[in-house]
């Protein structure tokens, strides 16, 4: 009897063990960033997932073309969904590449017979052996999965197909007829991207892309940055996101790579050189969210009109005493009314100064209210008249310089939760000397602000912003500080 439970026991490590080794998708448990990028397929036939190295940029592709490519989607699972076998390509910089990262993700690793399966498509889905490309040792050509229905059961004669590909094969590689889904891996140069693109047009089928920026603002990026379309979406994953590296290795790994390179590679910010306006670290200029914002400080609005371009306000506390502006509060949307940026600022803010650039004395085609006029009449608080330093004089470098007299000086501090603030504050840049006016909204918001900073008053902000009293301490009452 004693033999039979200790071979009962073996049989379920041996079990274990085997699931561990040939169905390593089970045990995958995606990052918050990861699942928004899964979520937005039902919705973005392109998607980007940027991120700094070694943060599960590959794994994320590796594990939805698994899903794709079986079928086998998790109960929960938000994202595409195919209600057939797909016909996919994986892409990738090199022959070399592709195998060494993509292949392996996916199949295993290359050249070992004995971990064929342990990648992250199950070893019971594969059909028959991969085909084998030509000029690389052990690098696949295609492989053939099995599709499963949704019950989860195999469904007869139903096969995918994943073909591997290289950028360095060049665009017309990419030709040929429609696919279901491409993985691209490391970013593709902009023909072979936009042969990619067509290639899933008339299956109207899906292109997710993962890579870190080390090319700095490409065309691209741009495109996912810069140009509307409600086919994109971009999920930037930074180092902060990821619960598998402890305080003490990023610190490390930080601190590893150039000065250059470090937004790059740590938090998915396209590299972008001398050409970059704030050469500071995200961690230098960010901040705790202050949970109570002291009455004593001043605040300011400071907005960027959308004639052309998002909309964009922050919300500025200025500590007088120690010299340091806050910045507590970022609001950036597209297409909307005065209206409707009026409502979304007043539950913050409606009491606070709003600082605006020159451009707000322009009137809208058919109306004979200002841009300002307009804002005011929805119930904010407009200055006046238009920003300007105290000379009378607004110029941008000015303003730009201010900015960074502020930053290197620990004087110009930003609520680390406002994702947005950064994202543009990595990829302002210059191109031949000149401020690239692309994606610069909030950062020309923060202009405005501190360029007019003398107007910011002492006012209430609204619930939630740290504006709420203190708790009492016994001692005195409607003051923020300890009377003794």
Not at 26 to 53: C, H, I, T, V, W
Not at 397 to 413: D, N, V
Request: negative net charge; hydrophobic residues 40%; proline residues 6%.
């Amino acid at each position: 009897m004693a033999d039979d439970a200790l071979r009962d026991v073996l049989a379920a490590l041996e079990l274990a063990a085997d699931r561990r080794r040939y169905h390593a998708i089970d045990f995958f448990r995606p990052y918050a960033k990861q699942q928004q990028f899964y979520d937005a397929g039902a919705s973005f036939r392109e998607r980007l997932l940027m991120a700094g190295n070694q943060l599960g940029k590959t794994e994320a592709g590796a594990v939805e073309t698994s899903y794709h490519l079986t079928g086998l989607y998790p109960e929960d699972w938000l994202g595409h969904r195919f209600d057939h076998p797909v016909r996919g390509w994986a892409a990738g910089e090199s022959s070399t590449l592709v195998r060494d990262v993509q292949q392996k993700k996916l199949c295993g690793q290359p050249g070992v017979e004995a971990d064929f399966g342990t990648g992250y498509i199950p070893k019971h889905c594969f059909v028959d052996k991969p085909s084998l490309a030509r000029g690389v040792t052990d690098a696949y050509d295609t492989i053939q999965v099995q599709w499963h229905g949704p019950d989860g059961k195999p469904v007869d004669g139903a096969v995918s197909t994943l073909t591997f590909k290289s950028y360095e094969q060049g665009r017309a590689k990419f030709q040929g007829e429609p696919v279901d889904l491409i993985w691209c891996d490391e970013e593709p140069p902009e023909d072979v991207y936009s042969e990619i693109v067509t290639r899933t047009n008339a299956t109207n089928g899906i292109v997710y892309t993962t890579f870190t920026p080390l090319k700095g603002m490409s065309s691209v990026v741009m495109r996912f940055l810069t140009e509307e379309s409600e086919d994109r979406f971009t999920v930037t994953m930074t180092i902060d996101d990821v619960l598998h590296i402890t305080p003490e290795q990023k610190a490390k790994i930080i601190a590893s790579y150039p000065a250059h390179e470090r937004e790059a590679r740590t938090r998915g910010t396209p590299m972008l050189g001398s050409g970059r306006i704030f050469p500071y670290a995200q961690e230098s200029i960010s901040e705790p969210t202050i949970e109570f914002v002291p009455a004593h400080w001043a605040k300011l609005w400071g907005v960027d009109f959308g004639i052309d371009h998002p909309f964009a306000a922050v919300l500025g506390a200025w500590d007088k005493d120690a010299d340091v502006i806050h910045i507590l509060h970022a609001y950036r949307e597209r297409n909307q009314t005065p209206l409707q940026h009026a409502t979304a600022m007043k539950p913050v803010g409606a009491s606070v100064p709003v600082a605006w650039p020159q451009d707000g004395h322009q009137r809208d085609t058919g109306n004979l209210e200002s841009l300002a006029a307009q804002y005011k009449k929805h119930g904010l608080q407009m200055l006046p008249h238009h920003a300007t330093f105290p000379d009378g004089g607004n110029s941008t470098e000015a303003g730009i310089i201010e900015m960074q007299e502020r930053f290197a000086t620990g004087r110009l501090k930003v609520a680390a939760h406002l994702a947005p603030w950064f994202q543009e504050f990595g990829l302002y840049h210059r191109k031949d000397g000149l401020i690239v006016k692309l994606n610069d909204d909030l950062m020309s918001a923060t202009r405005i602000l501190v360029m007019a900073r003398r107007f910011a008053r002492q006012v209430a902000l609204g619930p939630g912003m740290g504006g709420g009293r203190r708790r009492n301490n016994g001692l005195a009452n409607d003051v923020d500080f300890d009377l003794f």
